[in-house]
């Protein structure tokens, strides 16, 4: 996700922390000074990092189940209104989303647990839902955070645990496609709600409410590409005409070429034809500046982009590409000779003629006609 920074990696996932969180802590720490100075305003700042390291322990129950069923988390990242898992692929099977989905709840809900049994007769449920009174303990006040979280959560609507949990119920009876639909648009319902009531109550709920409704269409919309993607073959989508890159060409040579096309990465081939590797804008602006225009672009290039036959599925294209966080995948033919590319526009370019696929036109007669 774009401007977030690493702060750590734990068990092969690497911890992120979007740019907005900062600005949250700043807003935190003045909005306390002004109550009750230095001392108030450090404790808002060290109550709200333990109730993200609650949200953060959430996101690692559903890595842990994830990873259960073998499916890998490359990330997660921390934003003002709560935590974001990447995972690697969507689960196969409705039971699986299932128990991935309420892993995150559960972590919650031992951590409120763990509290309350530690406090024992101190902590009272008028207490725990007190979590806005500074006069109530900073450990009571985590806990009452955890049990919303759990109730905030389960909402059975996009992008919330709960919708996850409602679309593995309805796949259960309907298309997974259908199942998203339906939780999507009640997330969408909500999202509504939840700016509505913000106008008139708390302004976060608006922004709040923006989050869920953008969520929820890229869900759907997720889904849609799901459904058609295991039936449209790649050398269908894939881009055919675009510039490449020698081996043998300099960093300066490659500038010249970003300039005079609108392409933003660019594979590198060998006198073969053969795929070597990616270079992109990013990596030229890197190998200009450490090492001057004359560098190789081999030097620059990532190495690291997936290959893939062109009579493969487009379903298989897009989990690489998902796996390894990649900007392109090379297409090739089987020689290995590079005859395209598939990227992240195309995937757009492939949503805009859904519509006419399902009328019934087959998707290579519309590439051809174009």
């Not at 645990?161 to 496609?177: F, I, M, N, P």
């Not at 709040?208 to 459904?227: H, M, P, T």
């Amino acid at each position: 996700m774009g401007w977030s920074f690493k702060i750590g990696t734990v068990g092969g996932t690497m911890i992120r922390v979007h740019i907005t969180f900062a600005l949250l802590l700043v807003w935190i720490w003045l909005a306390h000074y002004r109550v009750g100075g230095a001392p108030a305003a450090w404790e808002g700042i060290a109550f709200i990092l333990s109730v993200f390291a609650c949200v953060v322990l959430h996101e690692f129950g559903h890595i842990v189940a994830a990873r259960y069923f073998g499916i890998k988390t490359p990330d997660i990242t921390l934003l003002p209104i709560g935590g974001v898992a990447r995972l690697e692929r969507m689960p196969e099977e409705p039971h699986q989303e299932l128990l991935i989905a309420i892993a995150g709840p559960l972590v919650n809900l031992a951590i409120a647990g763990l509290i309350v049994l530690v406090l024992g007769a101190s902590v009272g449920v008028e207490q725990i839902i007190e979590v806005d009174d500074p006069k109530i303990g900073f450990f009571t006040r985590l806990a009452g955070v955890n049990i919303f979280l759990v109730f905030f959560n389960m909402i059975p609507a996009f992008p919330m645990d709960g919708g996850r949990v409602l679309r593995a119920a309805l796949a259960s009876h309907l298309t997974w496609s259908r199942a998203t639909q339906i939780a999507a648009m009640i997330g969408q319902g909500l999202a509504f709600v939840f700016g509505f009531i913000g106008l008139y109550y708390n302004p976060l709920l608006i922004f709040i409410g923006i989050f869920v409704y953008l969520a929820a269409a890229a869900e759907a919309q997720n889904a849609q590409i799901r459904e058609i993607s295991g039936s449209v073959l790649i050398s269908d989508v894939m881009v055919t005409k675009f510039a490449r890159l020698d081996r043998s060409a300099s960093i300066d040579e490659a500038i010249e070429m970003l300039l005079a096309t609108t392409q933003r990465e660019f594979p590198v081939v060998d006198s073969a034809g053969r795929f070597e590797g990616l270079l992109t804008r990013d990596d030229m602006i890197r190998g200009l500046k450490d090492k001057g225009p004359n560098m190789p672009v081999v030097s620059a290039m990532r190495v690291d982009i997936p290959k893939i036959h062109h009579r493969k599925s487009l379903e298989e294209s897009l989990r690489l590409m998902q796996q390894g966080n990649v900007p392109a995948i090379a297409v090739v033919d089987g020689a290995d000779h590079l005859i395209g590319l598939m990227t992240h526009e195309t995937i757009g370019e492939m949503m805009m003629v859904r519509a006419a696929v399902s009328d019934g036109f087959r998707f290579g007669r519309l590439r051809r006609h174009q």
